[in-house]
């Protein structure tokens, strides 16, 4: 179902969208057929163009006027208005349309683009830290920027309330910005001050808090932000978990690739303990805990019983003859309980897009604790290592990679770990 809608007045700017909402791991589409009736439902993102942007104001208007009205659905938590990062085009008659199809809804607009060196201090932008008329946009003889002023951009064929926050403010915090929007949510538009993306996600945030409804206006980051909270309020999935519980050089290495490439937290899991049922429970409970306790800040948590030298290995075979408990047994309780802490973690948190095992034992044992009747696979990603998903059971249709412990080269578990999170299908 389609959550985003996103109106952009060039086809670049709607690819260059849609690429962003991709990197936090959602279903995004630009369209490019005019005569598409209905949204993709296997969206999470749509992205028309209205290719307006050298247009006069008044048919600029017309086309984003009529798109808006065409596609807005009750379905729909966020609409974005795409503006050019150089804030070149028709950015008031096109958010005046916009609005207009949503009932004078407020627009609340971040211009700033970090990552591409655009930023706004005091209403006054910069790029690559020249103010804008004095860079290529602002010569553009066609369709250029008329102010290095953001406000008198959207002045120039706009005639709304607008209302400028300032950087002093931005500092200022999340709550200070959720009231300065409540207190001008009577206005027709907000415009932010940005210089990094922090101050951008603090401004989503700020917004959502609110709980108004608003039209996202901005280059991409903001309206980024915007949706990774949407999500994460609600069910949209961002993150992953990778269980591993096979002792090999092998996989440390691939373990030792994927902790380079993700913003990741490790849960060190005891092994010894969850070869005693009494201790077992308390171990399980711990590692819930603390996973769920870190997935705010991160996008892969690491379950595992694998030390970070293969000198740590246990010796089940001692074990084995200490305990008067077999090889295989000792080994299926570590796989048993490995999968409870990750079966309780993905249960509770809607924001996981999938799971990743290391270890057929572990991979079994992950599937029985969902209460699956196995993996629907859909690719394989390298050889021996297969992409799918759960059937059936309490988590269906969850996506799953799965691997042995001897299998694949140095990155295949960074491999896997991108295919859970940025792939749609």
């Given at each position: 179902m389609t959550r985003v809608l996103i109106i952009a007045d060039d086809l670049t700017g709607a690819n260059a969208n849609c690429a962003l909402m991709k990197t936090i791991g959602l279903r995004a589409a630009s369209m490019t057929a005019s005569n598409v009736d209905t949204l993709p439902q296997k969206m999470d993102v749509v992205a028309f163009t209205t290719d307006s942007r050298a247009m006069s104001k008044e048919s600029a208007y017309k086309r984003v006027n009529k798109k808006v009205n065409k596609y807005k659905t009750d379905s729909i938590e966020l609409y974005s208005k795409r503006i050019d990062s150089t804030l070149r085009g028709n950015l008031?008659?096109?958010?005046?349309?916009?609005?207009?199809?949503?009932?004078?809804?407020?627009?609340?607009?971040?211009?700033a683009f970090?990552?591409?060196?655009?930023?706004?201090?005091n209403d006054y932008m910069y790029v690559n830290g020249?103010?804008?008329?004095?860079?290529?946009?602002?010569?553009?003889?066609k369709i250029s920027a008329v102010s290095n002023y953001v406000t008198e951009n959207f002045k120039k064929?706009?005639?709304?309330?607008?209302?400028?926050?300032s950087i002093d403010d931005i500092e200022k915090g999340v709550g200070h910005l959720e009231e300065i929007i409540r207190e001008n949510k009577d206005v027709d538009l907000l415009i932010f001050d940005a210089i990094t993306n922090e101050q951008i996600s603090h401004i989503a945030e700020a917004s959502i808090a609110t709980g108004i409804d608003f039209i996202s206006v901005d280059p991409g980051p903001f309206t980024k932000e915007v949706t990774k909270l949407l999500y994460k309020s609600h069910s949209i999935s961002t993150k992953a978990i990778a269980v591993i519980g096979s002792v090999t050089q092998v996989t440390i290495k691939q373990m030792q690739e994927l902790k380079k490439r993700f913003n990741y937290y490790k849960v060190n899991v005891d092994p010894i303990k969850?070869?005693?049922i009494d201790s077992a429970i308390a171990e399980i409970d711990k590692a819930v805990g603390e996973s769920r306790k870190h997935l705010d800040e991160h996008d892969?948590?690491?379950?595992?019983?694998?030390?970070?030298?293969?000198?740590?290995?246990?010796?089940?075979?001692?074990?084995?003859?200490?305990?008067?408990?077999?090889?295989?047994?000792?080994?299926?309780?570590?796989?048993?309980?490995?999968?409870k802490i990750t079966k309780d973690v993905v249960i509770s948190e809607p924001s996981i897009s999938g799971i990743f095992s290391s270890g057929g034992d572990v991979t079994v044992a992950v599937i029985e604790e969902l209460m699956s009747d196995g993996i629907?696979?859909?690719?394989?990603?390298q050889p021996l290592v297969a992409y799918g998903r759960v059937i059936n059971g309490i988590k269906p249709d969850l996506k799953i990679v799965s691997k042995g412990g001897m299998v694949g080269n140095d990155v295949v578990m960074a491999e896997c770990i991108q295919r859970i999170l940025n792939e749609g299908e």
């Open positions: 008031g008659s096109e958010l005046k349309a916009y609005q207009d199809a949503l009932d004078g809804r407020l627009a609340i607009c971040v211009p970090p990552d591409s060196k655009r930023i706004v201090i020249i103010p804008l008329m004095n860079t290529d946009a602002g010569k553009d003889s064929d706009y005639d709304g309330d607008i209302v400028h926050i969850l070869m005693d892969l948590i690491i379950i595992t019983t694998t030390p970070d030298k293969i000198e740590g290995r246990l010796n089940l075979k001692q074990i084995s003859e200490e305990t008067n408990i077999t090889i295989d047994d000792l080994s299926l309780m570590i796989s048993r309980g490995l999968a629907e696979i859909r690719e394989e990603i």
